[in-house]
């Protein structure tokens, strides 16, 4: 008799869910849905996709606004298992082993309402959170990483398209199919404006003037407005103690929450491995990954020298697609520069080539133009403006019979320039957050083209008023990094530096010094320590490690090597060198004699664009330098070498005219210190 009231219990909550999942295909949506805005069904979703990765826990001080728009919303909670029928009043009810989201599917309009809410209902009663995830997309994000069972999490539409949103608890996993669209008809005359915001270079300027805060919630602001994006063109981290400390990490979430539409990569953005820059690329801030693009990035067979056929997509995707407000759909093509390897630790990039701009650009602007219905095209270049690539990309295509670009933003040069090639505009914007680029494009909805082409070169401190409070979401992201260097970045490595140590001379100079001397500490017998210029000049009096920093941002270990005098001749004809005392360092420099030098790996190992080694061709490693069983890099080096110093420290001991760093003195015999 129990068996057969199970059944019969069970057939009733099959039928009665059947009943459920039909229902919401025929009535109407409820009362606080706009029709217009969600659709909601049935279906039921099987397959699983990667989860986003982890990221600190922040709390949300406060609602992200990506675009404007009515909220719709949609809400339903955990089935009271109470009300469930049971063989007796005094039987434990019979669990439902049913974990799932309120909806299975979501169809929500970008072009009239931007958020809806969701809920995950599960019948245990359970307080473990449900973790809420998506592959990286920049299609959603939503409110809250985890939720309690039953409570709604908003989602927000960033761009149309498809994406699978998952919940995991206990063990469980969810799905809900998201579709977001756009009903908005292009019309067919008049023009449209398109608001571009831009910045290059910005190395880890995160404690500017016009700081990472600022820059966030201004990112954050810009991009919650109509047809508005906010773009970066590559060298995003590398340049400060607090970006450099979490390998990227404080920029790459700033930009997740913010909303940052897209950025490129550059070479600098390479100088901690693949490794480090897939996973900034990769992680997400509540749902939401800013897409990097690297579409030339090929894969590459160092030995062989031979290019490869596979997009490396884990470094970045070849394009972006942005459908605006107006119904406008913007193509964005991300690239860096074909030659660009050879400014970046041939280490770092032997398994990938950068293969022809032009031709990349081209490919893909018909694919935007012809197979993605783009009606403008936008080349975000990691490279100086080049009359030769101008002339290829600003062509008109013989397939799409339109122009390969429409825009070109540049970077990589650090200057502030636009050019006009072919009536495109070219344009790149300084560096490190001191100036932010507007574009305004006039797009004519008859011609189907852009008409015109206004730039704005903005500057930091006519920002700070459009920042008049610091977004708090921004401001917990931040802090929390912050918080991890306070007791480094304050340290006093001296405090009687006299006068300014410039990045051309003077801190160069006293880098080789502290070279040699560790070197010479660790029992190897070098004539030379050589390396290139710094980033930053270095002033003191007092010097925290925080600036030595900024001066020297870079992880370069130093090798031991055995090079022909020839190539030491060649290099320091560009670089600088502290030459030694011992037999052969204080001998005029000969040609064809070997020598054991100390330098930095960039240097040592350096390519050229055909990818041979071309400043020490020929070199021998003997070692590298080492602290703790680990790399001794030439920062950390400089660092201990200020520790030391118990007197001043003056420019006048490092002067490029004193005969061991006077690299015009070569020819001749000098005298040990």
Same mark, same amino acid.
């Given at each position: 008799?129990?068996?057969?009231?199970?059944?019969?219990?069970?057939?009733?909550?099959?039928?009665?869910?059947?009943?459920?999942?039909?229902?919401?295909?025929?009535?109407?949506?409820?009362?606080?849905?706009?029709?217009?805005?969600?659709?909601?069904?049935?279906?039921?979703?099987?397959?699983?996709?990667?989860?986003?990765?982890?990221?600190?826990?922040?709390?949300?001080?406060?609602?992200?606004?990506?675009?404007?728009?009515?909220?719709?919303?949609?809400?339903?909670?955990? /089935?009271?298992?109470?009300?469930?029928?049971?063989?007796?009043?005094?039987?434990?009810?019979?669990?439902?082993?049913?974990?799932?989201?309120?909806?299975?599917?979501?169809?929500?309009?970008?072009?009239?309402?931007?958020?809806?809410?969701?809920?995950?209902?599960?019948?245990?009663?359970?307080?473990?959170?449900?973790?809420?995830?998506?592959?990286?997309?920049?299609?959603?994000?939503?409110?809250?990483?985890?939720?309690?069972?039953?409570?709604?999490?908003?989602?927000?539409?960033?761009?149309?398209?498809?994406?699978?949103?998952?919940?995991?608890?206990?063990?469980?996993?969810?799905?809900?199919?998201?579709?977001?669209?756009?009903?908005?008809?292009?019309?067919?005359?008049?023009?449209?404006?398109?608001?571009?915001?831009?910045?290059?270079?910005?190395?880890?300027?995160?404690?500017?003037?016009?700081?990472?805060?600022?820059?966030?919630?201004?990112?954050?602001?810009?991009?919650?407005?109509?047809?508005?994006?906010?773009?970066?063109?590559?060298?995003?981290?590398?340049?400060?103690?607090?970006?450099?400390?979490?390998?990227?990490?404080?920029?790459?979430?700033?930009?997740?929450?913010?909303?940052?539409?897209?950025?490129?990569?550059?070479?600098?953005? *390479?100088?901690?491995?693949?490794?480090?820059?897939?996973?900034?690329?990769?992680?997400?801030?509540?749902?939401?990954?800013?897409?990097?693009?690297?579409?030339?990035?090929?894969?590459?067979?160092?030995?062989?020298?031979?290019?490869?056929?596979?997009?490396?997509?884990?470094?970045?995707?070849?394009?972006?697609?942005?459908?605006?407000?107006?119904?406008?759909?913007?193509?964005?093509?991300?690239?860096?520069?074909?030659?660009?390897?050879?400014?970046?630790?041939?280490?770092?990039?032997?398994?990938?080539?950068?293969?022809?701009?032009?031709?990349?650009?081209?490919?893909?602007?018909?694919?935007?133009?012809?197979?993605?219905?783009?009606?403008?095209?936008?080349?975000?270049? !990691?490279?100086?403006?080049?009359?030769?690539?101008?002339?290829?990309?600003?062509?008109?295509?013989?397939?799409?019979?339109?122009?390969?670009?429409?825009?070109?933003?540049?970077?990589?040069? !650090?200057?502030?320039?636009?050019?006009?090639?072919?009536?495109?505009?070219?344009?790149?914007?300084?560096?490190?957050?001191?100036?932010?680029?507007?574009?305004?494009?006039?797009?004519?909805?008859?011609?189907?083209?852009?008409?015109?082409?206004?730039?704005?070169?903005?500057?930091?401190?006519?920002?700070?008023?459009?920042?008049?409070?610091? $977004?708090?979401?921004?401001?917990?992201?931040?802090?929390?990094?912050? $918080?991890?260097?306070?007791?480094?970045?304050?340290?006093?490595?001296?405090?009687?530096?006299?006068?300014? *140590?410039?990045?051309?001379?003077?801190?160069?100079?006293?880098?080789?010094?502290?070279?040699?001397?560790?070197?010479?500490?660790?029992?190897?017998?070098?004539?030379?320590?050589?390396?290139?210029?710094?980033?930053?000049?270095?002033?003191? /009096?007092?010097?925290?490690?925080?600036?030595?920093?900024?001066?020297?941002?870079? $992880?370069?270990?130093?090798?031991?090597?055995?090079?022909?005098?020839?190539?030491?001749?060649?290099?320091?004809?560009?670089?600088?060198?502290?030459?030694?005392?011992?037999?052969?360092?204080?001998?005029?420099?000969?040609?064809?004699?070997?020598?054991?030098?100390?330098?930095? $790996?960039?240097?040592?190992?350096?390519?050229?664009?055909?990818?041979?080694?071309?400043?020490?061709?020929?070199?021998?490693?003997?070692?590298?330098?080492?602290?703790?069983?680990?790399?001794?890099?030439?920062?950390?080096?400089?660092a201990d070498y200020l520790r030391n110093q118990s007197g001043v420290v003056s420019t006048a001991s490092y002067s490029g005219s004193l005969d061991h760093f006077n690299t015009g003195n070569l020819s001749n015999s000098i005298s040990a210190e």
């Amino acid at each position: 008799m129990k068996r057969k009231y199970l059944i019969c219990l069970l057939a009733l909550f099959v039928l009665s869910s059947c009943n459920k999942s039909s229902s919401h295909k025929g009535q109407s949506k409820s009362s606080s849905i706009t029709e217009s805005s969600i659709n909601v069904t049935s279906k039921v979703s099987t397959s699983e996709n990667s989860p986003s990765s982890a990221i600190p826990s922040i709390t949300s001080a406060g609602t992200p606004s990506i675009s404007s728009g009515t909220t719709a919303t949609t809400s339903a909670g955990a /089935p009271n298992s109470s009300s469930q029928p049971s063989p007796s009043s005094t039987s434990t009810p019979i669990p439902v082993y049913e974990f799932r989201f309120s909806q299975s599917e979501l169809t929500i309009d970008i072009a009239s309402s931007h958020t809806a809410s969701l809920s995950v209902v599960d019948t245990y009663s359970s307080t473990e959170d449900i973790v809420w995830s998506v592959p990286h997309s920049n299609i959603i994000r939503f409110n809250n990483e985890s939720t309690k069972n039953g409570e709604s999490n908003t989602i927000y539409a960033l761009n149309t398209g498809d994406v699978r949103l998952k919940g995991e608890a206990n063990g469980k996993t969810a799905y809900c199919d998201i579709h977001v669209i756009s009903s908005t008809i292009k019309p067919t005359n008049g023009t449209t404006n398109i608001s571009i915001y831009t910045i290059n270079d910005y190395h880890g300027a995160v404690t500017n003037e016009f700081s990472i805060k600022h820059l966030g919630t201004l990112i954050k602001q810009k991009v919650s407005q109509n047809n508005t994006l906010f773009l970066d063109q590559g060298d995003t981290f590398q340049g400060s103690l607090q970006s450099n400390y979490n390998r990227g990490r404080l920029i790459t979430d700033v930009y997740n929450a913010a909303g940052m539409s897209a950025r490129t990569i550059g070479n600098h953005d *390479f100088d901690w491995g693949d490794e480090k820059l897939i996973a900034c690329g990769q992680a997400d801030y509540h749902g939401y990954s800013t897409p990097v693009l690297a579409a030339n990035v090929y894969d590459f067979n160092f030995s062989t020298k031979e290019v490869g056929t596979t997009h490396q997509s884990q470094i970045g995707r070849e394009y972006t697609i942005f459908t605006l407000e107006s119904g406008i759909k913007v193509g964005l093509i991300g690239v860096i520069g074909d030659t660009c390897e050879t400014s970046i630790n041939t280490q770092f990039v032997m398994n990938y080539e950068f293969v022809d701009v032009s031709n990349t650009i081209c490919r893909l602007s018909d694919q935007l133009r012809n197979e993605e219905d783009c009606d403008v095209v936008i080349a975000s270049i !990691h490279d100086g403006y080049d009359s030769t690539v101008a002339e290829k990309i600003t062509d008109v295509s013989s397939s799409s019979n339109k122009k390969y670009v429409d825009l070109v933003l540049n970077g990589h040069t !650090h200057q502030w320039e636009t050019e006009e090639y072919n009536d495109v505009t070219f344009a790149q914007f300084g560096d490190k957050g001191g100036t932010i680029g507007k574009v305004n494009l006039t797009f004519d909805l008859s011609t189907g083209s852009v008409s015109s082409t206004n730039v704005y070169n903005l500057s930091a401190s006519s920002l700070l008023s459009d920042v008049s409070s610091i $977004d708090p979401e921004i401001d917990d992201i931040v802090d929390y990094y912050e $918080d991890q260097v306070d007791g480094i970045k304050d340290e006093v490595l001296t405090s009687q530096l006299d006068g300014e *140590f410039d990045q051309y001379g003077y801190m160069p100079n006293l880098v080789c010094k502290a070279i040699y001397e560790e070197s010479i500490n660790q029992g190897f017998d070098i004539s030379y320590a050589i390396t290139n210029q710094a980033r930053e000049p270095l002033s003191g /009096p007092i010097v925290t490690y925080e600036k030595l920093y900024r001066s020297l941002p870079f $992880d370069n270990v130093i090798y031991i090597i055995r090079v022909h005098g020839s190539d030491i001749r060649n290099e320091l004809n560009w670089n600088y060198m502290y030459r030694g005392n011992n037999y052969d360092a204080l001998s005029p420099l000969e040609d064809d004699k070997i020598y054991t030098i100390a330098c930095i $790996d960039y240097l040592a190992f350096h390519c050229n664009a055909n990818r041979y080694y071309n400043y020490f061709p020929n070199l021998e490693v003997v070692s590298y330098l080492t602290k703790n069983d680990e790399y001794y890099v030439y920062r950390e080096i400089t660092a201990d070498y200020l520790r030391n110093q118990s007197g001043v420290v003056s420019t006048a001991s490092y002067s490029g005219s004193l005969d061991h760093f006077n690299t015009g003195n070569l020819s001749n015999s000098i005298s040990a210190e």
